[in-house]
């Protein structure tokens, strides 16, 4: 049974530049929340997608933008990169919060 | 301002010995989940603690939850080297009731030497 797959695993861009980062979620499950894991932190939430919506949105810029697909993939989109994006970014799956997520091994993201 | 303030950032002992990592906050969360993230990796889910008090024991680890659900506590006893990682506590943020956002500690880096 596979878990939650992202891709790719690591992404090098110009400062300026767009990224799409694609994630699976584990089967079974029907919502995918993304994070943000800068250097030495904790993942800082960026916002969840159910039923193709964004259900909850955290404190970052319109920059970020995200899509959920009739499968239940999902795509993270950054626009205008900024050296500042460059973390490791999660993406996590879950069906029901009571029995927690399951995170993918994140895409390392570095903008130059 | 951090949420969830985990103690102590860094930890680097000897196999074999006992520790204790803990996450503290001023706000009172509905539960709080454990994680160990290893380099490179995304974060495991340990455990849910979920009722003031609760204990829950994992093979070598014991989490505690605080009677007043703001603290919350890991215990690994004889550790071993592949204990090694970044243990993460997290919780819905409190501040958005039923909220699906989890929020992080900033982690406890703990290294067991062999």
């Known amino acids: 049974d596979a878990g939650v797959t992202q891709s790719p695993t690591h992404l090098i861009k110009t400062r300026g530049q767009q990224v799409t980062l694609r994630c699976s979620p584990k089967s079974g499950h029907d919502t995918v929340s993304w994070y943000q894991q800068a250097l030495g932190q904790g993942p800082q939430f960026i916002f969840q997608?159910?039923?193709?919506?964004?259900?909850q949105r955290g404190n970052f810029p319109d920059r970020f933008s995200g899509h959920q697909f009739p499968n239940y993939s999902s795509e993270l989109n950054v626009n205008a990169l900024l050296l500042g994006d460059s973390a490791l970014y999660l993406c996590?799956?879950?069906?029901?919060?009571?029995?927690?997520?399951?995170f993918g091994s994140g895409t390392r993201l570095t903008v130059v | 301002t951090q949420l969830l303030e985990q103690s102590p950032q860094f930890l680097s002992i000897q196999e074999g010995e006992n520790l204790t990592v803990y996450c503290n906050s001023s706000s009172v969360f509905s539960s709080l989940q454990w994680y160990r993230q290893e380099p490179g990796e995304g974060p495991v889910l340990l455990v849910t603690?979920?009722?003031?008090?609760e204990v829950k024991k994992l093979k070598r680890l014991t989490f505690q939850f605080g009677d007043a659900r703001k603290d919350s506590s890991l215990h690994i006893t004889a550790a071993q080297p592949g204990d090694t990682g970044l243990y993460l506590c997290a919780g819905p943020n409190p501040a958005q009731g039923g909220s699906e956002k989890l929020v992080f500690g900033k982690g406890t880096k703990l290294t067991v030497n062999p």
């Open positions: 996590a799956s879950s069906f029901n919060r009571a029995q927690g997520y399951t």
């Open positions: 997608y159910y039923e193709e919506e964004e259900r």
């Open positions: 603690v979920v009722t003031g008090g």
